[in-house]
Nanobody
Framework: VQLVESGGGSVQAGGSLRLSCAAS????????MAWYRQAAGEQREWVGT???????TYAVFVKGRFVISKDNARNTLYLQMNSLRPEDTAMYYC?????????????WGQGTQVTVS
């Protein structure tokens, strides 16, 4: 089982990035998928969740700027980030669990760094 994030990098404030999270060893359509981020010296925080059924939800601080989507055919999760701010600088992780919620995460990716200047 593996989650591999990609697409991170450095961008100027106001720019955009699209992160990908390729899953192997399990089917994303059957799992609650989420994005988290962790800035240096800070705790990991939730960004948003795509449940197996229902509405995608977002943290207040990204709502309207970030969009999470899932491509079941490619078994991949995406995070489209627009209007990026310096405070969005963090390591971004994708996560998967049978049920939603931080305590239910079964698989974590290794993370991809996003730096906004």
């Amino acid at each position: 089982v593996q989650l591999v994030e990609s697409g991170g990098g450095s961008v100027q404030a106001g720019g955009s990035l699209r992160l990908s999270c390729a899953a192997s060893g399990f089917t994303v359509s059957r799992y609650c998928m989420a994005w988290y981020r962790q800035a240096a010296g800070e705790q990991r925080e939730w960004v948003g969740t795509v449940p197996t059924f229902g509405v995608t939800t977002y943290a207040v601080f990204v709502k309207g700027r970030f969009v999470i989507s899932k491509d079941n055919a490619r078994n991949t999760l995406y995070l489209q980030m627009n209007s990026l701010r310096p405070e969005d600088t963090a390591m971004y992780y994708c996560a998967a669990g049978v049920n939603c919620g931080y305590g239910n995460v079964r698989y974590w990716g290794q993370g991809t760094q996003v730096t906004v200047s």
